[in-house]
């Protein structure tokens, strides 16, 4: 009888090694806690087998003190995994969580600029449009118009978010952006750039990477014009809460949360706006 105790303790203790811990259970690193959790100072969320120094969900690792560690690097990495399925096409049904709520996106000071940049992706993504001369200062609803303060309205430059000229500038000039695939990555590495500058606040927003392509593009195809879906889902968010574009089957069919009581109802006097040539 003894005997065969040891052996089931000897295989428990192999299994521990393989899967680590489940969430609850007591740890006293993270590397104890089984993928996607961590070893955390205390109980956040569910049963607990002690009140601290127990093993908790990725999401509850907000920064380095919630984490026995110090450091939430773990989570980070399997929430790069995750970056990694989405625009592989795999986790659709989980994606729709990663969108933030209005109050938190809203807190990001480039929120508005970062979410027309998206905006204007959709329309690389269209195979009849012809996005480049969207590159041009003085063109309608132009990547330098993203910069005012409620984009698409037009504004003054002094106006405009230094911020986004700089990372506009930087990745979306005329002399860096040759083709619709390179204005497609020169859109998300402007948007990154602007969550940089602003980092904790703008934490909530879909990453930069990885950099996603076109729906038509991905593995496997999407019908939706950004290949990742958090991205998406984002960008059809904003466009239904600012400029009262969408409609509930697309949210629907994409896996996106759709609230209709927060479409605009003033989206119209944003619409259309155009930079004078002699603020360039």
């Not at 049963?47 to 773990?74: H, L, Y």
């Not at 807190?107 to 012809?130: N, R, T």
């Not at 695939?181 to 990885?210: H, T």
């Amino acid at each position: 009888m003894l005997s065969k105790f040891i052996v089931r303790v000897i295989l428990a203790s192999r299994v521990l090694e393989m899967h680590g811990l489940p969430v609850g259970g007591p740890c006293q690193a993270t590397q104890d806690c089984d993928i996607g959790s961590f070893c955390a100072v205390e109980c956040f969320v569910g049963k607990c087998f002690q009140a601290k120094n127990v093993c908790q969900p990725c999401d509850e690792c907000k920064e380095g003190d919630d984490a026995v560690d110090g450091s939430c690097d773990r989570c980070l990495d399997d929430d790069d995994k995750d970056a990694d399925d989405r625009a592989d096409g795999e986790g659709e049904g989980n994606a729709a969580r990663g969108i933030a709520s209005k109050v938190d996106r809203h807190a990001c000071k480039y929120y508005q600029q970062m979410m027309c940049l998206l905006d204007i992706s959709e329309k690389v993504c269209e195979p009849d449009e012809q996005p480049l001369p969207l590159l041009e200062w003085a063109q309608p609803e132009s990547v330098w118009l993203c910069c005012c303060p409620l984009p698409y309205k037009a504004c003054g430059k002094s106006e405009m978010s230094d911020v986004c000229l700089t990372a506009v500038e930087k990745y979306l000039s005329k002399a860096t952006v040759k083709d619709k695939r390179g204005m497609m990555l020169g859109l998300q590495k402007a948007r990154g750039q602007m969550q940089q500058a602003d980092e904790v606040a703008c934490s909530s927003l879909a990453s930069e990477k990885p950099l996603s392509v076109c729906g038509f593009e991905g593995s496997p195809q999407k019908k939706r014009s950004v290949d990742r879906q958090d991205l998406f889902c984002e960008m059809v968010t904003w466009q239904w809460e600012e400029l009262g574009d969408g409609n509930p089957d697309e949210f629907q069919s994409n896996g996106c949360i759709f609230d209709k009581k927060a479409k605009s109802k003033s989206g119209s006097e944003r619409k259309g706006g155009q930079l004078q040539r002699q603020e360039l």
